[in-house]
Protein backbone atom coordinates (compact mmCIF):
# COMPACT_ATOMS: atom_id res chain seq x y z
CA UNK A 1 0.00 0.00 0.00
CA UNK A 2 2.27 2.78 -1.41
CA UNK A 3 0.90 6.13 -0.43
CA UNK A 4 -0.18 4.75 3.01
CA UNK A 5 2.91 5.53 5.53
CA UNK A 6 3.29 3.83 8.85
CA UNK A 7 2.92 5.36 12.04
CA UNK A 8 4.84 7.24 14.27
CA UNK A 9 6.62 6.51 16.62
CA UNK A 10 4.71 9.12 19.18
CA UNK A 11 1.68 7.74 17.95
CA UNK A 12 -0.32 4.25 18.92
CA UNK A 13 -0.46 1.83 16.39
CA UNK A 14 -3.34 2.20 13.91
CA UNK A 15 -5.79 -0.83 13.92
CA UNK A 16 -5.18 -3.84 11.53
CA UNK A 17 -8.75 -3.14 10.11
CA UNK A 18 -8.06 0.67 9.28
CA UNK A 19 -8.12 1.37 5.51
CA UNK A 20 -7.09 5.38 5.37
CA UNK A 21 -4.51 7.01 7.89
CA UNK A 22 -4.41 10.81 8.43
CA UNK A 23 -0.90 12.24 7.50
CA UNK A 24 0.67 13.88 10.88
CA UNK A 25 0.45 17.22 10.86
CA UNK A 26 -1.95 18.02 8.59
CA UNK A 27 -5.64 17.20 8.29
CA UNK A 28 -5.40 15.25 4.76
CA UNK A 29 -6.31 11.49 4.82
CA UNK A 30 -5.03 9.08 2.62
CA UNK A 31 -7.11 5.96 0.94
CA UNK A 32 -5.30 2.69 1.21
CA UNK A 33 -3.77 2.03 -2.17
CA UNK A 34 -1.58 -0.62 -4.28
CA UNK A 35 2.01 -0.21 -5.10
CA UNK A 36 0.86 0.43 -9.05
CA UNK A 37 -1.54 3.15 -7.74
CA UNK A 38 -4.71 0.69 -8.02
CA UNK A 39 -7.72 0.98 -5.22
CA UNK A 40 -8.42 -2.07 -3.62
CA UNK A 41 -11.94 -3.89 -3.95
CA UNK A 42 -12.92 -4.53 -0.45
CA UNK A 43 -16.58 -6.15 -0.95
CA UNK A 44 -16.44 -9.68 0.91
CA UNK A 45 -12.85 -9.10 1.96
CA UNK A 46 -12.01 -11.33 4.61
CA UNK A 47 -9.15 -8.30 5.94
CA UNK A 48 -7.13 -5.78 4.71
CA UNK A 49 -4.26 -8.48 4.69
CA UNK A 50 -5.60 -11.01 2.93
CA UNK A 51 -6.72 -8.34 0.21
CA UNK A 52 -2.88 -7.43 -0.05
CA UNK A 53 -1.89 -11.10 -0.22
CA UNK A 54 -4.16 -11.42 -3.06
CA UNK A 55 -3.02 -8.34 -5.30
CA UNK A 56 0.58 -9.75 -4.20
CA UNK A 57 0.59 -12.54 -6.75
CA UNK A 58 -2.20 -11.90 -9.08
CA UNK A 59 -1.48 -11.03 -12.83
CA UNK A 60 -1.76 -6.90 -12.01
CA UNK A 61 1.30 -7.11 -9.65
CA UNK A 62 4.04 -6.49 -11.92
CA UNK A 63 6.25 -6.18 -9.26
CA UNK A 64 6.48 -9.81 -7.79
CA UNK A 65 6.79 -11.84 -11.17
CA UNK A 66 10.01 -9.44 -12.01
CA UNK A 67 11.34 -10.00 -8.83
CA UNK A 68 11.04 -13.67 -8.67
CA UNK A 69 12.34 -14.40 -12.16
CA UNK A 70 15.57 -12.41 -11.67
CA UNK A 71 16.11 -14.36 -8.59
CA UNK A 72 15.82 -17.97 -10.09
CA UNK A 73 17.49 -16.08 -13.09
CA UNK A 74 20.43 -14.98 -10.26
CA UNK A 75 20.33 -18.25 -8.42
CA UNK A 76 21.46 -19.80 -12.33
CA UNK A 77 23.97 -17.40 -13.16
CA UNK A 78 25.09 -15.99 -10.19
CA UNK A 79 24.30 -12.36 -10.95
CA UNK A 80 21.00 -11.45 -11.40
CA UNK A 81 19.04 -9.30 -15.15
CA UNK A 82 18.83 -6.80 -12.08
CA UNK A 83 21.76 -7.07 -9.61
CA UNK A 84 21.64 -6.78 -6.80
CA UNK A 85 18.59 -8.91 -7.09
CA UNK A 86 16.70 -6.96 -3.91
CA UNK A 87 17.44 -3.30 -5.40
CA UNK A 88 15.05 -2.88 -7.51
CA UNK A 89 14.11 0.86 -8.85
CA UNK A 90 14.52 3.25 -11.10
CA UNK A 91 18.61 3.97 -10.42
CA UNK A 92 18.88 0.21 -11.04
CA UNK A 93 17.62 -0.97 -14.42
CA UNK A 94 17.90 -4.43 -15.12
CA UNK A 95 20.80 -5.29 -18.12
CA UNK A 96 17.80 -6.64 -20.45
CA UNK A 97 14.59 -5.23 -19.80
CA UNK A 98 13.08 -6.97 -22.46
CA UNK A 99 14.22 -10.49 -21.26
CA UNK A 100 13.01 -9.78 -18.17
CA UNK A 101 9.39 -8.92 -18.93
CA UNK A 102 9.31 -11.79 -21.08
CA UNK A 103 10.16 -13.91 -18.38
CA UNK A 104 7.95 -12.20 -16.05
CA UNK A 105 4.91 -12.27 -17.82
CA UNK A 106 5.58 -16.32 -18.86
CA UNK A 107 6.00 -16.73 -15.28
CA UNK A 108 2.61 -14.96 -14.30
CA UNK A 109 0.75 -16.35 -17.52
CA UNK A 110 1.59 -20.05 -16.11
CA UNK A 111 0.36 -19.19 -12.50
CA UNK A 112 3.66 -18.60 -11.14
CA UNK A 113 4.97 -22.11 -11.59
CA UNK A 114 8.83 -21.93 -10.45
CA UNK A 115 9.25 -25.32 -12.15
CA UNK A 116 8.49 -23.96 -15.90
CA UNK A 117 10.21 -20.88 -15.49
CA UNK A 118 13.24 -22.92 -13.99
CA UNK A 119 12.87 -25.68 -17.18
CA UNK A 120 12.67 -22.35 -19.58
CA UNK A 121 15.62 -21.04 -18.31
CA UNK A 122 17.73 -24.09 -17.82
CA UNK A 123 17.07 -24.82 -21.37
CA UNK A 124 18.27 -21.45 -22.91
CA UNK A 125 21.01 -21.07 -25.22
CA UNK A 126 22.33 -18.74 -22.87
CA UNK A 127 22.54 -20.59 -19.85
CA UNK A 128 23.95 -23.77 -21.85
CA UNK A 129 27.27 -21.51 -22.92
CA UNK A 130 30.17 -22.37 -21.80
CA UNK A 131 32.59 -20.36 -19.07
CA UNK A 132 35.66 -20.09 -21.96
CA UNK A 133 36.06 -16.58 -23.03
CA UNK A 134 36.91 -15.99 -26.62
CA UNK A 135 36.16 -12.21 -26.92
CA UNK A 136 37.21 -9.45 -25.15
CA UNK A 137 33.76 -8.56 -25.48
CA UNK A 138 32.36 -11.84 -23.42
CA UNK A 139 34.24 -10.21 -19.84
CA UNK A 140 31.43 -8.27 -18.52
CA UNK A 141 29.57 -11.15 -16.60
CA UNK A 142 26.27 -9.20 -17.16
CA UNK A 143 26.27 -9.41 -20.88
CA UNK A 144 26.05 -13.14 -20.46
CA UNK A 145 28.06 -13.68 -23.66
CA UNK A 146 28.87 -16.91 -21.84
CA UNK A 147 28.50 -18.75 -18.28
CA UNK A 148 29.85 -16.39 -15.44
CA UNK A 149 32.20 -18.65 -13.33
CA UNK A 150 31.05 -18.80 -10.15
CA UNK A 151 32.00 -19.64 -6.69
CA UNK A 152 30.34 -22.58 -4.39
CA UNK A 153 28.75 -21.55 -1.11
CA UNK A 154 30.63 -23.16 1.72
CA UNK A 155 27.75 -25.82 1.88
CA UNK A 156 28.28 -27.26 -1.88
CA UNK A 157 32.33 -27.29 -1.54
CA UNK A 158 32.23 -29.65 1.82
CA UNK A 159 29.05 -31.36 0.46
CA UNK A 160 31.17 -31.50 -2.94
CA UNK A 161 34.09 -33.27 -1.14
CA UNK A 162 32.27 -35.69 0.81
CA UNK A 163 30.62 -36.80 -2.32
CA UNK A 164 34.13 -36.95 -3.60
CA UNK A 165 35.85 -38.42 -0.85
CA UNK A 166 33.55 -40.77 0.65
CA UNK A 167 32.18 -38.96 3.64
CA UNK A 168 29.49 -40.69 5.68
CA UNK A 169 27.70 -37.21 7.05
CA UNK A 170 25.88 -38.07 10.49
CA UNK A 171 21.71 -38.69 9.35
CA UNK A 172 18.81 -38.51 11.75
CA UNK A 173 15.63 -40.04 10.12
CA UNK A 174 14.08 -37.31 12.12
CA UNK A 175 16.01 -34.46 10.74
CA UNK A 176 16.82 -36.02 6.99
CA UNK A 177 18.41 -32.16 6.33
CA UNK A 178 19.46 -31.18 9.64
CA UNK A 179 23.33 -31.66 9.69
CA UNK A 180 24.22 -29.18 12.16
CA UNK A 181 25.44 -32.23 14.74
CA UNK A 182 28.37 -32.63 12.56
CA UNK A 183 31.37 -30.70 13.79
CA UNK A 184 32.98 -31.64 10.85
CA UNK A 185 31.15 -29.91 8.87
CA UNK A 186 30.57 -26.89 11.11
CA UNK A 187 34.34 -26.65 11.44
CA UNK A 188 34.61 -26.19 7.90
CA UNK A 189 31.54 -24.11 7.04
CA UNK A 190 33.19 -21.82 10.07
CA UNK A 191 36.15 -20.96 7.80
CA UNK A 192 34.52 -20.63 4.57
CA UNK A 193 31.35 -19.18 5.50
CA UNK A 194 31.22 -15.39 3.81
CA UNK A 195 27.70 -14.20 2.98
CA UNK A 196 28.73 -10.55 1.74
CA UNK A 197 30.24 -11.65 -1.49
CA UNK A 198 28.43 -12.27 -4.78
CA UNK A 199 28.93 -15.47 -6.51
CA UNK A 200 30.59 -14.46 -9.05
CA UNK A 201 32.76 -12.24 -7.05
CA UNK A 202 33.72 -15.24 -4.09
CA UNK A 203 37.61 -15.86 -3.72
CA UNK A 204 39.19 -17.82 -1.58
CA UNK A 205 41.11 -16.29 1.67
CA UNK A 206 44.21 -17.48 2.83
CA UNK A 207 42.65 -19.49 5.89
CA UNK A 208 40.70 -21.10 3.23
CA UNK A 209 43.11 -22.29 1.13
CA UNK A 210 44.93 -23.82 3.92
CA UNK A 211 42.17 -25.60 5.21
CA UNK A 212 42.04 -27.34 1.72
CA UNK A 213 45.58 -27.96 1.46
CA UNK A 214 46.17 -29.31 4.59
CA UNK A 215 43.13 -28.98 6.68
CA UNK A 216 42.06 -32.32 9.01
CA UNK A 217 38.91 -32.88 6.79
CA UNK A 218 41.42 -33.16 3.27
CA UNK A 219 44.17 -34.21 5.16
CA UNK A 220 42.41 -37.71 5.90
CA UNK A 221 40.56 -37.66 2.35
CA UNK A 222 43.75 -38.63 0.80
CA UNK A 223 45.61 -40.36 3.10
CA UNK A 224 46.27 -43.83 2.59
CA UNK A 225 45.51 -45.40 5.74
CA UNK A 226 42.18 -42.89 6.29
CA UNK A 227 40.79 -42.35 2.97
CA UNK A 228 38.22 -44.02 1.64
CA UNK A 229 37.32 -43.31 -2.79
CA UNK A 230 41.21 -43.14 -2.86
CA UNK A 231 41.52 -46.71 -0.66
CA UNK A 232 38.60 -48.18 -3.18
CA UNK A 233 40.44 -46.84 -6.44
CA UNK A 234 43.96 -48.27 -5.20
CA UNK A 235 42.44 -51.23 -3.94
CA UNK A 236 40.86 -52.17 -7.54
CA UNK A 237 42.13 -54.79 -9.10
CA UNK A 238 40.28 -54.52 -12.26
CA UNK A 239 42.11 -51.08 -12.98
CA UNK A 240 45.07 -50.36 -14.66
CA UNK A 241 47.35 -46.65 -13.95
CA UNK A 242 45.22 -45.19 -16.67
CA UNK A 243 41.85 -46.30 -15.21
CA UNK A 244 42.83 -45.23 -11.65
CA UNK A 245 43.73 -41.54 -12.78
CA UNK A 246 40.04 -41.58 -15.03
CA UNK A 247 38.51 -42.76 -11.77
CA UNK A 248 39.69 -39.83 -9.76
CA UNK A 249 38.99 -37.50 -12.11
CA UNK A 250 35.50 -38.82 -12.30
CA UNK A 251 34.91 -38.76 -8.43
CA UNK A 252 36.85 -35.34 -8.11
CA UNK A 253 35.00 -33.35 -11.27
CA UNK A 254 32.77 -35.40 -12.85
CA UNK A 255 35.15 -35.71 -16.36
CA UNK A 256 37.09 -38.15 -18.11
CA UNK A 257 40.34 -36.81 -18.39
CA UNK A 258 41.78 -35.19 -21.41
CA UNK A 259 44.46 -36.84 -23.33
CA UNK A 260 47.35 -34.27 -22.77
CA UNK A 261 45.77 -34.93 -18.46
CA UNK A 262 45.85 -38.96 -18.90
CA UNK A 263 49.40 -38.95 -20.74
CA UNK A 264 50.88 -36.75 -17.84
CA UNK A 265 49.05 -38.05 -14.34
CA UNK A 266 49.63 -41.93 -15.48
CA UNK A 267 53.26 -41.28 -16.52
CA UNK A 268 53.51 -39.72 -12.64
CA UNK A 269 51.75 -42.33 -11.16
CA UNK A 270 53.93 -44.86 -13.02
CA UNK A 271 57.08 -42.82 -11.75
CA UNK A 272 55.92 -42.91 -8.26
CA UNK A 273 56.25 -39.37 -7.33
CA UNK A 274 59.00 -37.93 -5.31
CA UNK A 275 58.41 -40.70 -2.86
CA UNK A 276 58.84 -43.52 -5.43
CA UNK A 277 55.69 -44.82 -4.16
CA UNK A 278 52.90 -45.32 -7.21
CA UNK A 279 49.94 -45.15 -3.80
CA UNK A 280 51.52 -41.89 -2.96
CA UNK A 281 51.56 -40.93 -6.79
CA UNK A 282 47.63 -41.52 -6.76
CA UNK A 283 47.25 -39.56 -3.05
CA UNK A 284 49.26 -36.74 -4.89
CA UNK A 285 46.79 -36.69 -7.68
CA UNK A 286 43.26 -36.74 -5.79
CA UNK A 287 44.91 -33.82 -3.76
CA UNK A 288 45.63 -31.72 -6.68
CA UNK A 289 42.39 -32.28 -8.00
CA UNK A 290 40.26 -31.32 -4.49
CA UNK A 291 42.86 -28.10 -4.99
CA UNK A 292 41.92 -27.35 -8.09
CA UNK A 293 40.08 -24.38 -9.44
CA UNK A 294 37.79 -26.90 -11.46
CA UNK A 295 36.52 -28.58 -8.43
CA UNK A 296 35.86 -25.40 -6.46
CA UNK A 297 34.02 -23.22 -9.04
CA UNK A 298 30.90 -23.75 -10.98
CA UNK A 299 31.55 -23.12 -14.62
Known amino acids: FSEVQPPSMETPDAP ?3 RSLMIPGTDKTVPARFLNG ?12 AVLAKWVVSPENPYFSKAAVNRIWAHHFGIGLVDPPDDFGP ?8 LLDALAEAFSSHGFDFKFITRAITSSRTYQLTSRQTDDSQQTPRTFARMPVRGMTPEQIFDSLAQAVGYQQPFNPEQPVNFGNDPVRQEFLDNFQDDSEAPTDRSSTILQALQMMNGGFVDNATDLADSMTLAAVIDAPFLDQSGKVETLFLATLSRRPTDEEREKFTAYVASGGPKQDEQSALSDICWALLNSSEFLLNH
Open 91 to 98: YNPPSHPE
Open 38 to 49: GEPGWEGAASNR
Open 16 to 18: RDT
